[in-house]
């Protein structure tokens, strides 16, 4: 089979592509010790995005990368006819670990894009993003390796919070809260107000004080961060 390695910065093109096709996709945290939200697998038209780089996020956009909530861009790719698959990990991704499914475009050819997103914990508004790449028409397996991108809709302060949109600090759900540290005075920072590649989290060694509740021994990555492999077939 064909083997097609790319990194993605931003939207990117695997190969042209029209008509249907069926999709085994595995989906690999490559973080030591991040965790993925219920990540959001879709197909759909090349006229739509999740996202834009340099561009404003939506709101459906940002209640993901902030809370980990996928029900509006849910609902937003519903409304385009998209093939989706939501939460194929049954829950988070733990660090290290690999989920698959699988998506089948015949009833609807015009999904030829693929995209994939999900927040990355712990951080205010990070996320990992797929977006809008094209589908390749010609079977073989094609693996795209993924950067995380800042939604750019809160402030990275680092600090454990509710993660409802527009409220400061991440969510904190067992695993994240059980590596975590507490106590925190917030990291200094301001809502940039625009979707771009994340710089990474700061954390500090201070488990019960410091300014973050992040623990950077644990929780620092480098992009990319997430592994997708597609095989098509027909």
Known sequence: MKKIVMTLAVAAVAAS???????????????????????????????????????????????????????????????????????????LLAPGASTTTSLDTDAAPDNTRLSIVSMLLPSNDGFMGLNAVEIPTEPGTYTYNVNAYDAGTEANDEMIGSGAPGEAGFPAPGPVAAESGTGGTGVAATVEGFVHIHRNVLGDDNLTGGESDIVNTVHRWLNPVVRVTVTVSQ
Do not use: C, K, R, Y
Request: glycine content about 10%; overall charge negative; cysteine-free.
């Open 17 to 91: 592509n029209s008509n249907a096709a069926q999709l085994d996709i595995e989906i690999t945290n490559l973080t030591h010790g991040s965790w993925f939200t219920p990540l959001l697998v879709a197909a759909h038209s090349d006229s739509s995005q999740l996202f834009s780089s340099g561009d404003v996020a939506s709101d459906s956009l940002q209640a993901m990368a902030e809370g980990g909530d996928i029900t509006a861009l849910t609902a937003d790719l519903t409304a385009l006819n998209a093939t989706i698959v939501g939460n194929p990990a049954g829950g």
